[in-house]
């Protein structure tokens, strides 16, 4: 007599299996929709953000300025045709006005297929970098797909360019938009004539529009936060927002949860939170600010480095020395720790491997110093924000890796073994302030 079995594993791949199919239905209907619907919204002026770095900060502060609705509250983060084709129920029924949003490009033709659902007016394009290389390949591909998201905007649209950038103006005559450009540049349209950057002092630039010097203040930190700021107050400029009043908004913007963000600590630490991505490109400019902190100690405390270029063994110990010239000590932690392994012996007591964040965490607590500036950088799955929690109170998870790359743990229910996050998706940790705890 034949007989019949199924294993448990079969059986859970095939549920998990239907389980993908339903969710890639659910998102076409859900884009079909968006489609159907983007007609109702024609009133509305969308903005939309892309760009190697900075796209998120960027697209918070350009609707903070123009008093857009939330695109936290708006697309959870979601920077694709499924999170615009959510943006649009929730715009339905409001009154017209200005809706920002983060565009991804982390893929051939991704771009165009979000952009073909909004139809922005107007593309702000940050910078260009060596991220998303395994998709794309040389620099050069990369660029061609940041810029298609200005290719198509209409006529009468605008296209914000970073000046500065040669790989974004070689291509600036793929639109037929108004073109204006930030930076450094002489023929920018908004100038960066000077930077004071010498943290805990507010930001200061001072700029050049359309003949007029004025100066700008903002809580935000490090030379990697200069572009953001200038991208999105030249998009509100031009959209023919009130200058004194942009000013203001400016210097009111903290920067977002584990982008840049300052915490406080009971025992009168200060940590900085940069742990969302970590291109090893940018390590240099994310470790200048460090250079002129004053605090009687300096650490640094570094996860696993992306877009990573050639022998990884030496961006990563090129990363070390790096760190070293700005911080008195400096921990790498995770399963990259091991590689700047020969730099020990070359800096004692300065330079540490750590491989699990639970010993990082008793490392930093077995030493404080009051004022310390403690600096964490690192990758989103790494979770290396968890420092910052474990100095505020007892956390209940410890994973390597848990697998919930889009969610931080300020918003994630295993932090404190309970759910923390209210109606709107915010966290509601009491010493995350209300800006922090943004679903971002």
Not at 251 to 268: C, I, K, L, W, Y
Request: with cysteine.
């Amino acid at each position: 007599m034949k007989s019949f079995s199924i294993s448990r594993h079969r059986l859970s791949v095939t549920y998990q299996g239907i389980g993908l199919r339903l969710d890639e239905w659910r998102r076409s209907l859900r884009i079909a929709t968006g489609y159907a619907m983007r007609p109702a919204l024609n009133r509305w002026r969308f903005v939309a953000v892309t760009g190697s770095c900075g796209k998120t900060t960027t697209t918070g502060l350009t609707a903070y300025l123009v008093d857009a609705p939330s695109p936290q509250l708006l697309t959870y983060g979601r920077n694709n045709a499924n999170g615009a084709a959510q943006a649009f129920f929730r715009l339905i029924g409001r009154r017209p006005a200005t809706a920002v949003f983060e565009v991804s490009g982390h893929a051939p033709g991704a771009i165009r297929h979000t952009t073909s659902l909004i139809r922005p007016k107007v593309g702000i394009v940050t910078v260009v970098g060596l991220d998303h290389t395994t998709a794309f390949g040389p620099i050069e591909a990369t660029a061609d797909e940041k810029m298609s998201l200005v290719a198509d905007l209409p006529e009468d649209g605008l296209a914000v360019l970073n000046a500065d950038d040669p790989h974004i103006m070689e291509r600036a005559s793929v639109t037929a938009a108004r073109v204006v450009t930030f930076g450094k540049a002489e023929t920018a349209t908004l100038r960066l004539l000077h930077v004071h950057d010498r943290w805990p002092d507010p930001l200061t630039l001072t700029l050049r529009w359309r003949g007029e010097e004025f100066e700008v203040r903002s809580p935000m930190i490090g030379l990697q936060s200069v572009g953001v700021l200038l991208a999105s107050l030249l998009a509100a400029l031009e959209m023919g927002y009130d200058r004194s009043l942009l000013v203001q908004r400016i210097a009111q913007f903290e920067p977002f949860m584990n982008r840049m963000s300052v915490h406080g600590t009971p025992d009168d630490r200060r940590f900085v939170l940069d742990a969302w991505k970590a291109p090893q490109w940018t390590m240099n400019t994310c470790l200048a600010f460090l250079e002129t902190v004053q605090a009687p100690r300096k650490t640094v405390v570094l996860g696993t480095l992306s877009d990573v270029r050639g022998n990884t063994r030496r961006r990563y110990e090129e990363t070390a020395r790096r760190a070293l010239e700005v911080a008195d000590r400096v921990l790498f932690v995770g399963a990259e720790a091991a590689r700047v392994r020969r730099l020990v012996p070359e800096a004692p007591g300065r330079l540490f491997m750590i491989d699990h964040i639970k010993d990082a965490h008793h490392f930093l607590q077995q030493d404080r110093i009051p004022d310390e500036v403690i600096y964490v950088k690192g990758s989103r799955a790494d979770h290396l924000e968890r420092l910052l929690h474990a100095a505020h109170t007892d956390i209940a998870c410890w994973r390597y890796r848990c697998g919930k790359r889009f969610q931080g743990c300020s918003y994630c229910s295993l932090l404190l073994g309970r759910q923390i996050r209210d109606r709107r998706r915010c966290s509601t940790l009491p010493w995350l302030t209300e800006q922090q705890r943004l679903p971002v």
